[in-house]
């Protein structure tokens, strides 16, 4: 049975992709798809090679070649994957990051636990959130 619920996950920190990919992978029910810079992400988003479209966006906003609010930023001035909503997920505790997240239209913004079991909590509390909504579906 193929999944309903698709997430993107960009990202260049492996050891919080392993971690982020735990909430989402057990139990079933998501695909994940990857971007380990903003580049990457842009380019799955704009010109998916098989169709792909997520119904949920999570964003580091510390990554190379684009950052994460370049990333948002033209997310949302893309008609057909600007109403996906978009979870800034950073270290970044600083207000300005926090309000330009939101100003650049993030769905919501989480700073990023230092503790992998706390990361992990906040990941399966994202997905219990989403998992419990109505994801926009195109």
């Given at each position: 049975m193929?999944?309903?619920?698709?997430?993107?996950i960009a990202e260049d920190n492996l050891e919080d992709i392993k971690l982020i990919m735990r909430a989402f992978r057990h139990p079933r029910g998501?695909?994940?798809?990857?971007?380990?810079?903003?580049?990457?992400a842009l380019d799955l988003l704009i010109h998916p090679a098989d169709s792909?479209?997520?119904?949920l966006i999570i964003l580091n906003l510390?990554?190379?070649?684009i950052s994460g609010h370049e990333v948002l930023?033209?997310?949302?001035?893309?008609?057909?994957?600007?109403?996906?909503?978009?979870?800034?997920?950073?270290v970044s505790c600083a207000?300005?990051?926090?309000?330009?997240?939101?100003e650049l239209g993030a769905a919501v913004y989480f700073s990023k636990s230092v503790n992998s079991k706390?990361?992990?909590?906040?990941?399966?509390?994202i997905r219990k959130f989403f998992d419990r909504s109505q994801?926009?579906?195109?």
């Open positions: 193929k999944p309903q619920k698709r997430v993107l998501w695909e994940v798809r990857l971007a380990y810079d903003g580049a990457e792909w479209r997520p119904n510390c990554m190379p070649k930023r033209a997310i949302k001035k893309l008609p057909d994957i600007a109403p996906i909503p978009v979870i800034v997920w950073s207000h300005s990051d926090i309000d330009l997240s939101y706390d990361l992990v909590a906040q990941a399966r509390t994801l926009y579906d195109q």
